[in-house]
């Protein structure tokens, strides 16, 4: 874990240097997004970043903790901002071995999550799908519980690598297990998670108008699961296709493996481009919780 934290934080010390040594990365046609839509994934980023803390977070980006989750190496919290009227659940990423482990189970297997039916062609990544079965019942009784006490609220489920992943699953299961559920999805640095079954029922149940894939430069995560192997993306994507902090250095993309967005980069698997994410840098600040 120490040798993790320290390539952490060397790749932070890097990040100026990234900005001078990496080509930008050129896109056509793109004219950034709105304020609006860049300030809630930079502020959802603060939400993934905060789910690494070792130690807990018992105010993430000041909301109040509702629950923690942490069973098989799955973890993750609940969290309610009454002055935005969210219900936010967030997921970590990867930090242990047997984070790892999950990640390299690369064989698709029929979708079989608590709730979601008629899903025969489904498949998604083995160890994804462990991921969020290990904690399925408990999120989705705590979720329903602060939605009948809150009805007027938007649920938001985000996370940043396995984080994403896992996220992705869980805003599935709760659009399933709570159909009127008003429900957002913003995930960062996230993999492939299944197959093109398993696509159409994400954007088709979530809706693509309510998914913020992000996607930083030439990070490699988000095509580390070849589609060759039968993977593919689900819609939107959000490219912040070069580096600075600003709306109109970040595209809209179109469906879900635009070859003009992050899926034109070469993978180049889990680089520096992977910590950082709209001015966050992923894991490094516990600040975020409290």
Same mark, same amino acid.
């Given at each position: 874990?120490?040798?993790?934290?320290l390539?952490?934080?060397?790749?932070?010390?890097t990040?100026?240097w990234?900005a001078?040594?990496?080509?930008?990365l050129?896109t056509?046609?793109s004219?950034?997004?709105?304020q609006? !839509?860049?300030?809630?994934?930079?502020r959802?980023?603060?939400?993934?970043?905060?789910?690494y803390?070792?130690?807990?977070?018992?105010?993430?980006v000041?909301?109040?903790?509702?629950?923690?989750?942490?069973?098989?190496g799955?973890?993750?919290?609940?969290s309610?901002?009454?002055? !935005?009227?969210?219900?936010?659940?967030?997921?970590?990423?990867?930090?242990?071995?047997?984070?790892?482990?999950?990640?390299?189970?690369?064989?698709?297997?029929?979708?079989?999550?608590? %709730?979601v039916?008629?899903?025969?062609?489904?498949s998604?990544? !083995?160890?994804?799908q462990?991921a969020?079965?290990?904690?399925?019942?408990?999120?989705?009784?705590?979720?329903?519980?602060?939605?009948?006490?809150?009805?007027?609220?938007?649920?938001?489920?985000? %996370?940043?690598?396995? %984080?994403?992943?896992?996220?992705?699953?869980?805003?599935?299961?709760? /659009?399933?297990?709570?159909?009127?559920? /008003?429900?957002?999805?913003?995930?960062?640095?996230?993999?492939?998670v299944?197959?093109a079954?398993?696509?159409?029922?994400?954007?088709?149940?979530?809706?693509v108008?309510?998914?913020?894939?992000?996607?930083?430069?030439?990070d490699?995560?988000? !095509?580390?699961?070849?589609?060759?192997l039968?993977?593919?993306?689900?819609?939107?994507?959000?490219?912040?296709?070069?580096?600075?902090?600003?709306?109109?250095?970040?595209?809209?993309?179109?469906?879900?493996?635009?070859?003009?967005?992050?899926?034109?980069?070469?993978?180049?698997?889990?680089?520096?481009?992977?910590?950082?994410?709209?001015?966050?840098?992923?894991?490094?600040?516990?600040?975020?919780?409290?």
């Amino acid at each position: 874990m120490r040798n993790i934290l320290l390539s952490l934080f060397c790749a932070l010390a890097t990040q100026s240097w990234l900005a001078l040594a990496i080509p930008v990365l050129e896109t056509r046609q793109s004219n950034g997004i709105d304020q609006t !839509t860049y300030n809630n994934l930079e502020r959802f980023a603060k939400f993934s970043s905060a789910s690494y803390q070792l130690l807990g977070c018992p105010r993430p980006v000041g909301t109040t903790l509702i629950k923690n989750f942490d069973r098989s190496g799955t973890q993750g919290y609940l969290s309610r901002d009454d002055s !935005t009227k969210e219900i936010i659940l967030a997921f970590r990423g990867s930090l242990s071995v047997t984070d790892a482990f999950v990640d390299l189970q690369l064989i698709l297997q029929p979708l079989n999550t608590p %709730g979601v039916t008629n899903n025969v062609k489904a498949s998604v990544h !083995t160890g994804f799908q462990f991921a969020y079965n290990a904690v399925a019942s408990d999120v989705v009784s705590a979720v329903k519980s602060q939605v009948s006490a809150n009805s007027a609220y938007t649920v938001v489920v985000t %996370g940043h690598s396995l %984080g994403g992943a896992v996220a992705s699953m869980a805003a599935l299961s709760l /659009k399933a297990a709570i159909p009127n559920i /008003k429900m957002k999805l913003y995930t960062y640095g996230q993999p492939r998670v299944g197959n093109a079954a398993f696509v159409s029922l994400v954007e088709q149940q979530v809706g693509v108008n309510n998914i913020f894939r992000a996607v930083n430069t030439f990070d490699g995560v988000p !095509t580390i699961l070849f589609k060759e192997l039968g993977y593919r993306h689900f819609a939107t994507e959000y490219w912040q296709f070069k580096n600075g902090e600003s709306r109109s250095n970040v595209r809209k993309c179109t469906g879900g493996d635009d070859p003009s967005c992050s899926d034109s980069i070469p993978s180049t698997f889990i680089n520096p481009a992977h910590l950082f994410y709209f001015g966050q840098a992923m894991a490094l600040n516990p600040l975020l919780c409290f």
